[in-house]
């Protein structure tokens, strides 16, 4: 499959800024599975763009915008090629060990009901049958919210409510694949097969299974990645591979506004 993507986040202020600088992780790298065709970064302003790689293999841009600065638009656009795979990686680069995943953060730290939630699921099954249904009973306890996701919500407070952002899905199988007794990481990307074409980037989690290697579960959908999402890139957690992330120099406030279109084509 072809997918097409454009990724618009515009910044305004209300004062004028004297610097801006901003981590991107808003580049997909090739892999077995995904052929990056075409993929451009684009500023409405002077700006310095510096690639790196970070330590969990992700591809980064910082950027660096001197000011007077009233707004920045970020525009990101491109091809990717994609094949199905039953969500098993092959050809990912991955400079950590996959035990580093049973590692929890504040947002990710699975309290005593979640914990009992993926035993739940999981108990007496083979791994990978224990890891698709966990995806499962996360994909139907709660009922999918649009939205931009609640800064700082943790799984515990995010397992408590009825309703979920797809962050807090990914998040919530994340914590209780740990809990589970097994490696699992929070994946950023964009997909075109979401429920009412949802216009953010998308969230999606990868666990570790002996012998297949990592697979990918995207609770939002209930199954496994295939063809139509692309994987940009992965971290501990939601925080640790948000798309854009950074600071600025000057007073007043901002405000943020994120377009995103993904289309698919056979």
């Known amino acids: 499959m072809r997918l097409t993507i454009d990724h ?8 004028p800024q004297g610097r801006v600088v901003q981590l991107l992780r808003m580049t997909p790298r090739n892999t077995h599975d995904q052929t990056v065709a075409a993929w451009d970064i684009n500023i409405d302003c002077d ?5 790196h790689r970070d330590g969990f293999g992700n591809i980064t841009t910082m950027l660096y915008a001197e000011g ?3 707004g920045i638009e970020i525009s990101v656009s491109g091809e990717v090629v ?4 039953s969500g098993v990686l092959h050809g990912t680069f ?3 060990p996959a035990a580093l995943f049973l590692r929890s953060t504040p947002a990710t730290h699975a309290e005593p009901a979640l914990a009992a939630f993926a035993q739940a699921a999981t108990v007496g099954r083979a791994p990978i049958a224990a890891l698709h249904a966990l995806n499962a009973a996360v994909h139907e306890r709660f009922t999918l919210v649009d939205g931009r996701p609640e800064a700082g919500l943790t799984v515990t407070a995010a397992f408590a409510r009825e309703t979920a952002t797809a962050r807090d899905l990914a998040q919530m199988f994340v914590a209780a694949a740990r809990a ?3 490696p699992a990481r929070y994946v950023t990307g964009y997909c075109d097969a979401l429920p009412n074409g949802r216009p ?10 002996e012998g297949l290697g990592w697979v990918g579960f995207d609770p939002t959908l209930g199954r496994s990645p295939e063809a139509h999402h692309v994987r940009v890139a992965v971290a501990l957690d939601a925080a640790g591979c948000s798309p854009v992330a950074g600071s600025r120099l000057g007073e007043g ?3 943020l506004d994120v377009e995103v279109q993904v289309s698919g084509q056979d």
């Open 8 to 15: 618009r986040t515009t910044y305004r202020f209300t004062a």
């Open 47 to 51: 700006a310095r763009l510096r690639e």
């Open 68 to 70: 007077p600065l009233s």
């Open 82 to 85: 994609t094949s199905s795979s």
């Open 94 to 96: 991955e400079p950590l």
């Open 180 to 182: 589970a007794g097994f």
């Open 200 to 209: 953010t980037p998308h969230g999606w989690a990868d666990a570790w299974v």
């Open 253 to 255: 406030r901002e405000w």
